[in-house]
Structures are given as C-alpha cells and as structure tokens.
C-alpha cells in the first residue's frame, strides 16, 4: 500500500478545510470564476485556496461561505476555528501555552482533535493516550528520551490529561480504541501502575461514549500487526476524515480516499477480530489482577 507522503501539518489542516469549502461550492452549484468574484481574485487562487496550497484570511473564509449559502452556526463555527489554526493563529487555544514541549505536527493533532467528534484508534504497543494514568504517561514519556528535564515531562503529562478532557466535557468525544492484548501485558512503569492503568481502562470501557476491545493473541496474524493509527472525524455531514498512521520516524497524515477508506476498513477488520467490548473489559480486570507488585 502507498501511503501519502508526511505532509507538513499545516498542510493537512489546510488541505482539509480546502477540501471542505470545495465541497460546498460544488453543492451551491458555483464554479471556481464565480467564487472568485466574491474574493475579487482570481479563480487560480480559488483552486489554490482548495488544494490548501495558500493560507485563508478570516475575512476571505466569510465571504466564500455567505457567497455558498452557509447559515448553520455550528459550520460557521467549526470552519472559522479550522481556519485559525491552519494560518496557525492559535492563541486561543490551550495548547499554545505549552509550545516548548510541543511540536509543531503534535500542536496541530491536537488542534485536529479539538474540534473532531469522534476517535477510532488502534494500538498494539501503548494504551491510547486519552485513556492514560497519570503514572503511565510519566512512564512512557521519561521511556521515550524526547524529554530530560522533570519540568519538561511533567508539563507533557499535563499536555495529555488536559486532551483526556474531551471524554468527559460536553459535546463528549465518542472513543472506540482496539487495543492488542500485548498492550495489557507490556510492564509500562511496572506492576503497579499497570494494575492501576488497567483499572482505569475498564472504568473507562464502561462510559457510554468510549468502547474498548482487546485483539487477543490467539487470533493470529492480523491486518493491523504494522503499526498504531487514528481515524477522526468531525460533526458535519460535509467534513472529511483524517487518519494519522504513526512509525518509529514519525506521522503519516491522510485525508484523501483511497487512503482514508483503507483505515476503515483496516479498523472494522480489528474490531471484529477482537473480543466483544463486554469480553474485553472481562478480559482488562482479570489481566489487571495479574499485575502484582
């Protein structure tokens, strides 16, 4: 399978707001030359604009939608904070504060999942970060040498339990993470923080907009042995999904079909293999219990 290359982050938000706005001139019936006209520009700069290619001045995104006929507040809304972040204007969100111990590709996942409704992940290494302990993330993050100081660290851990957030502030986040059962045995920080970050996971498991399910081993080969990945999408009929493949290097990000269809069909395939989501958080206690210090 070729994937698209690691587009810079920026580029991704871009493209998908582009993407988005293209979609909405098609279904208001417009052409390019006569979107152009709203803009004043040309309809050179509308392809480009599309292609995200250039960045979107706030008052030229105002435009283009009162030109396409978007009233919904809600579209206004979520494409206006789309916009800010890809022309990386992003005071107003939380994670700016934490720029020193942030890339730029991490700042914009996170820009991404603020504004998405719904999360499929699957992981065969680490528990999924929104479903962290405090104790596990100060684990991996001091086991990855990206950061040294404990100043460092600890903001990160800060990072990822203000991300947790979105699984219990209003709109809830809907979660559906496959995990391999390696994940549930990897002594991450050790037995204790294991007992307890598997506790934590079934708790989890049990919210009503989070599910769970364990890949065991006795299913063999799978399709989803070659890497941990997220698929995310956003509330409105008309957005585009985004998935980030992760490798040892880094991200790969994918916003267009086939590449997008791909990991959906990668992540039905996970989760029916895996164990029902009832079996699974049967399966995340009695694991738990075999973790004794």
């Not at 390019?32 to 006209?37: G, K, Q, S, V």
């Not at 307890?196 to 498991?205: K, V």
């Not at 063999?220 to 990945?229: E, N």
Request: net charge positive.
């Amino acid at each position: 399978m070729v994937l698209e290359s690691a587009a810079h982050p920026s580029t991704v938000l871009g493209r998908q707001l582009g993407d988005e706005l293209r979609m909405l001139r098609e279904a208001a019936g417009l052409s390019t030359a006569l979107a152009a006209e709203a803009l004043d520009c040309t309809k050179g700069k509308i392809s480009r604009i599309e292609n995200g290619r250039v960045p979107l001045r706030m008052p030229d995104l105002v435009a283009l939608l009162d030109t396409y006929g978007v009233r919904d507040a809600d579209t206004l809304r979520r494409l206006t904070a789309l916009a800010r972040v890809a022309n990386r204007r992003r005071r107003e969100g939380w994670w700016n504060q934490y720029g020193e111990v942030l890339t730029d590709t991490y700042r914009d996942y996170i820009a991404l999942e603020a504004v998405s409704d719904s999360i499929k992940t699957f992981q065969c290494q680490l528990v999924p970060g929104l479903l962290q302990t405090p104790a596990y993330v100060r684990a991996v993050t001091v086991a990855s040498r990206a950061w040294h100081s404990p100043e460092e660290i600890e903001q990160f851990v800060q990072v990822r339990l203000a991300r947790q957030q979105r699984l219990t502030n209003e709109p809830r986040l809907t979660m559906w993470a496959v995990v391999t059962e390696g994940v549930l045995l990897q002594q991450v920080g050790g037995p204790t923080v294991m007992r307890a970050q598997l506790e934590h996971l079934a708790a989890m498991a049990e919210e009503p907009n989070v599910t769970v399910q364990v890949l065991p081993f006795s299913r063999g080969a799978h399709a989803g042995m070659f890497g941990p990945y997220l698929l995310l999408s956003f509330p409105q009929v008309s957005a585009l999904d985004v998935v980030r493949a992760e490798n040892p290097t880094g991200a790969v990000w994918l916003e267009r079909e086939p590449g997008v269809s791909r990991y959906r069909e990668l992540f039905a395939d996970a989760r029916t293999s895996a164990l029902s989501p009832a079996e699974s958080v049967t399966r995340i206690k009695r694991i738990a219990k075999e973790h004794r210090a």
